[in-house]
């Protein structure tokens, strides 16, 4: 089990609290079908577990790309629209992200967006596929952040 992260800049400390909370919900989800197994109803504690890892990613995400439009913008960059999208390609303008994360962090910002569109049994489950991959990347931005190079 990964140690707890400690923020060393209080103003990240809510971003890195926030990737703490998603890394836990991911961890859950690997057992889940233990505790299911416990519980009685596999399939409704699954969901309940799914949906908590949703709703931490949403906040998650939030969290991310604000800090990360933030310390772009610190380090004098120009963000004319103050969007997920727009940072995220901002950040590729200007080498913060490669091409891959990019693009993986614009698939993630079209998923955040689908989560708010009604409910879609088959659209959640593959966000939660995808969870632990915006996981390694929004820790590896938050990392970013916290000591650049």
Same mark, same amino acid.
């Given at each position: 089990?990964? @140690?707890?992260?400690?923020?060393?800049?209080?103003?990240?400390?809510?971003? %890195?609290?926030?990737?703490?909370?998603?890394?836990?919900?991911?961890?859950?989800?690997?057992?889940? &079908?233990?505790?299911?197994?416990?519980? !009685?109803?596999?399939?409704?504690?699954? @969901?309940? %577990? =799914?949906? &908590?890892? /949703?709703?931490? %990613?949403?906040?998650?995400?939030?969290?991310?790309? @604000?800090?990360?439009?933030?310390?772009?913008?610190?380090? !004098?960059?120009?963000?004319?629209? *103050?969007?997920?999208?727009?940072?995220? =390609?901002?950040?590729? @303008? &200007?080498?913060?992200?490669?091409?891959?994360?990019?693009?993986?962090?614009? *698939?993630?910002?079209?998923? #955040?967006?689908?989560?708010?569109? !009604?409910?879609?049994?088959?659209?959640?489950?593959?966000? #939660?596929?995808? /969870?632990?991959?915006?996981?390694?990347?929004?820790? !590896?931005?938050?990392?970013?952040?916290?000591?650049? &190079?």
């Amino acid at each position: 089990m990964e @140690k707890k992260i400690n923020a060393p800049h209080v103003k990240c400390k809510k971003a %890195f609290d926030a990737i703490e909370s998603l890394r836990i919900a991911i961890e859950n989800m690997k057992n889940v &079908s233990k505790i299911a197994k416990i519980a !009685g109803d596999p399939e409704e504690l699954y @969901k309940i %577990f =799914r949906d &908590s890892l /949703i709703q931490r %990613f949403e906040y998650t995400f939030d969290l991310i790309w @604000k800090n990360l439009c933030e310390y772009l913008e610190s380090e !004098g960059r120009k963000i004319k629209f *103050k969007t997920p999208k727009a940072v995220f =390609r901002e950040s590729l @303008k &200007s080498n913060y992200l490669s091409e891959d994360e990019a693009r993986l962090a614009i *698939k993630m910002v079209n998923h #955040r967006n689908l989560t708010t569109n !009604g409910y879609d049994e088959e659209l959640i489950e593959e966000i #939660r596929q995808q /969870i632990p991959k915006y996981y390694e990347l929004m820790n !590896g931005i938050l990392q970013k952040i916290v000591q650049p &190079s």
